[in-house]
């Protein structure tokens, strides 16, 4: 999912950054994954920390930064839409001399393609370097690059520190919060490792250290985020352990003993996992999750497919008899767990019996929230060249019988809570979250009576409207 974030006004930064009036404005529209909002974040930090202004409104911009995606193609798309709009905006005279830089994984990948098809950007700008755009951007604005510059390196080596300065575009109450980089999975529909390099995780202490941060700023929920979050850690170790194997703490850090320790944090907060990968779920992670109460019961845990055929082709690292097994022990041992999957259709090569596979599994599993792709056929990736692609027209009617299939469990699963009193976290005085609900791709509860935005709340919910609970 690709989605567009305005930069607004923080008055609570601005209160403990005083801006220099005369100090150089600098707008930025993001683009994509949670994971590229935190570098949106970290990029802004860096303008505030170099002594410039931040603005919403792309007009007033001296620099306008566009924070692309790359991930399939229709966020290419989105991506070179924005650059386009952003060069015709500027070309209105509305801020003579704008200059425009382009940030982000489509930055990273393909920065020698666009400096030759967009001559209009000032400056390309690496993963590598989100730490640095303030200093690029005072480059950009003295003159002292070239027009097109490429501020980028080839593999991507970076990962932000807990006292990394950021500028949050979440809410006050929530945010995310980046434990690795990089993946080192050969999925071969997928282009991230090639993007964003191997997987290297953050320190242990790192990853406290901004918790506890956070929640002193009131902070009431932190999702934690990766390209795959279960192999945390795993990378720092002397050996490895395999799927749902014990695991041996002394080797290094892990998951487990990171929740831990998070649970010993005082505060009022959950915090979520997002991007787990089936591949690396242990017994001792499943029975952690159970034990602290901090940690919300949601495991979002993208699958792509359950035929045994598609699994290998996808070289998704697991099998069918693997990912049921490990669906009926997080249910087993995480009572009252909500399971958050998303699954590819139209991969090359997926026959009629794969697909009807596919949505036999879906029906009978009942996901609790469920997202479906249609395949994307992507440029460096090894399923570009596999045989057997899939029209769009067979693609779309299986997105379609999909996600009807799991709108109509989706309806029932809502209607099942009926009568239930849920803990809730508010985003709006009128509209909450449940502890099933991450932010942004999940569903709402719609309050009948006002409640304190950020803060926790208990409610009877009194009914369902299509994906959405009322309370």
Request: hydrophobic content about 40%; proline content about 5%; glycine content about 8%.
């Amino acid at each position: 999912m690709s989605r567009s974030i305005s930069v607004s006004s923080d008055t609570d930064a601005a209160a403990r950054r005083p801006y220099q009036k005369s100090a150089a404005k600098v707008g930025m529209i993001s683009l994509g994954c949670a994971k590229n909002l935190v570098d949106a974040e970290i990029m802004l930090g860096s303008v505030l920390q170099h002594g410039m202004e931040i603005t919403s409104l792309a007009e007033e911009a001296d620099v306008l930064v566009v924070n692309t995606c790359a991930f399939i193609d229709s966020a290419k798309e989105e991506s070179i839409d924005a650059i386009l709009e952003a060069h015709q905006q500027r070309g209105l005279g509305k801020k003579p001399g704008q200059k425009l830089i382009v940030s982000g994984c489509m930055a990273q990948r393909f920065s020698r393609e666009l400096r030759a098809s967009l001559p209009e950007v000032d400056a390309f700008v690496g993963l590598d370097q989100v730490a640095e755009l303030g200093a690029i951007v005072q480059r950009v604005l003295t003159g002292g690059n070239e027009t097109g510059d490429s501020f980028v390196t080839e593999r991507p080596t970076y990962i932000p520190n807990y006292d990394t300065p950021r500028f949050r575009l979440t809410p006050t109450h929530s945010a995310y919060l980046k434990i690795a980089e990089g993946c080192n999975h050969p999925c071969s529909f997928c282009v991230i490792p090639q993007m964003r390099g191997r997987h290297r995780s953050r320190q242990p202490d790192s990853v406290l250290a901004e918790i506890r941060g956070l929640v002193a700023e009131g902070v009431r929920e932190i999702n934690l985020i990766s390209q795959d979050t279960t192999y945390y850690g795993m990378d720092l170790w002397t050996a490895k352990a395999g799927p749902r194997q014990p695991v041996d703490s002394s080797r290094g850090p892990t998951l487990t003993a990171l929740l831990r320790d998070i649970q010993n944090i005082e505060g009022d907060f959950w915090v979520r996992l997002l991007y787990t990968h089936p591949a690396h779920w242990s017994n001792e992670l499943i029975e952690t999750i159970a034990q602290c109460d901090k940690v919300a019961r949601y495991i979002d845990m993208p699958l792509q497919h359950i035929d045994e055929g598609m699994l290998g082709l996808m070289r998704r690292e697991t099998s069918r008899a693997h990912i049921e097994d490990l669906v009926a022990a997080l249910r087993s041992g995480i009572p009252g767990v909500a399971l958050r999957t998303t699954f590819i259709v139209g991969f090359p090569g997926e026959t009629d019996a794969a697909f009807e596979s596919l949505l036999e599994f879906i029906e009978r599993t009942r996901f609790d929230r469920l997202g479906v792709f249609k395949y994307s056929q992507e440029e460096g990736s090894r399923a570009a060249k596999m045989p057997e692609q899939i029209p769009a027209k067979i693609k779309n009617e299986r997105y379609r019988r999909a996600m009807t299939a799991q709108q109509r469990i989706a309806r029932e699963m809502a209607h099942e809570k009926i009568g239930r009193e849920l803990r809730l976290l508010v985003d709006e005085p009128l509209v909450a979250r449940t502890e099933a609900d991450a932010p942004d791709v999940d569903a709402r509860v719609i309050l009948s009576q006002p409640a304190a935005v950020g803060e926790f709340t208990h409610r009877r919910i009194t009914g369902s409207r299509g994906y959405d609970l009322l309370a």
